[in-house]
């Protein structure tokens, strides 16, 4: 099976912290943090708090038919 790409979360999530890496590193050597970096890490943190977010909401819905038991007298 030839090897597929990673999925779109995943690939953010990665794509955040090199770019956190990559800042801290700057930082730590007294250059100049390039603003477009910063840009991009921000709207990435937003994009994966949002989505993190939806699917919290769409996980806590629950099977009430799976251990159903009627009431019975």
């Not at 007294?30 to 840009?39: A, R, T």
């Not at 890490?41 to 994966?48: A, E, G, H, R, S």
């Amino acid at each position: 099976m030839p090897l597929g790409v990673k999925d779109r979360s995943t690939w953010e999530r990665n794509r955040a912290n090199d770019l956190a890496d990559a800042i801290s590193r700057y930082a730590l050597s007294g250059y100049q943090i390039p603003g477009l970096w910063v840009g991009e890490y921000n709207d990435l943190v937003n994009q994966i708090s949002e989505r993190d977010e939806q699917q919290k909401h769409t996980k806590t819905e629950f099977n009430l038919t799976k251990n159903y038991k009627p009431y019975r007298q």
